[in-house]
T-cell receptor, first 110, second 114 residues
Framework: QKEVEQDPGPLSVPEGAIVSLNCTYS??????FMWYRQYSRKGPELLMY????GNKEDGRFTAQVDKSSKYISLFIRDSQPSDSATYLC??????????FGTGTSLTVIP | GAGVSQSPRYKVAKRGQDVALRCDPI?????LFWYQQALGQGPEFLTYFQNEAQLDKSGLPSDRFFAERPEGSVSTLKIQRTQQEDSAVYLC????????????FGQGTRLTVV
């Protein structure tokens, strides 16, 4: 079993829709929870991070962490075609490794 | 430079050939990571450096893989006797401190072994 599980999709939504992306994990030692966005043939770029449980909002993006359920989510409101990319969840614990999900491919249709 | 730079961007190697992939991290960044990303998959950890010390190499898939960062800045990932299963994008990331801080990724080197 992988430490981080993520539905690969693909996910296709119309412009303006609310998008929900999710990951589950098995290791309760994870402390930092991140969402990266990766455009085709580019490296991942950090969108948001959360330390421990709770919600964090940044513009159209909201990240949620539920440590009791070992479940994290990213919500994108008013989705735009420019949001089309692969979204990777990642987690970090002491030991200096980032553990990534497989990524969810999102297409926002104009 | 402004970001993490990797070279070459693309590399085609014949099976059995040795390759060297270069990573120039953001200046002053202490931590440096190498990841391998197969097609349609998330990045998988290979190795981690803190300055010039390689503190974790548990993700290197075989003894054909070797990484170094001799002066604590530029790093090289070397793959000897390449195999087809080595075909992947190799990503380098750096961060400014030990422990967790934001890691900045390069664009990766796409290695194709034919």
């Amino acid at each position: 079993q992988k430490e981080v599980e993520q539905d690969p999709g693909p996910l296709s939504v119309p412009e303006g829709a609310i998008v929900s992306l999710n990951c589950t994990y098995s290791n309760s030692a994870f402390q930092y929870f991140m969402w990266y966005r990766q455009y085709s043939r580019k490296g991942p770029e950090l969108l948001m991070y959360t330390y421990s449980s709770g919600n964090k909002e940044d513009g159209r993006f909201t990240a949620q962490v539920d440590k009791s359920s070992k479940y994290i989510s990213l919500f994108i409101r008013d989705s735009q075609p420019s949001d089309s990319a692969t979204y990777l969840c990642a987690m970090f614990r002491t030991g200096n490794q980032f553990y990534f999900g497989t990524g969810t491919s999102l297409t926002v249709i104009p | 430079g402004a970001g993490v730079s990797q070279s070459p961007r693309y590399k085609v190697a014949k099976r059995g050939q040795d390759v060297a992939l270069r990573c120039d991290p953001i200046s002053g960044h202490v931590s440096l990571f190498w990841y391998q990303q197969a097609l349609g998959q998330g990045p998988e950890f290979l190795t981690y450096f803190q300055n010039e010390a390689q503190l974790d190499k548990s993700g290197l898939p075989s003894d054909r893989f070797f990484a170094e960062r001799p002066e604590g800045s530029v790093s090289t990932l070397k793959i000897q006797r390449t195999q087809q299963e080595d075909s992947a994008v190799y990503l380098c990331a750096s961060s400014s401190d030990r422990g967790w801080t934001e890691a900045f990724f390069g664009q990766g080197t796409r290695l194709t072994v034919v």
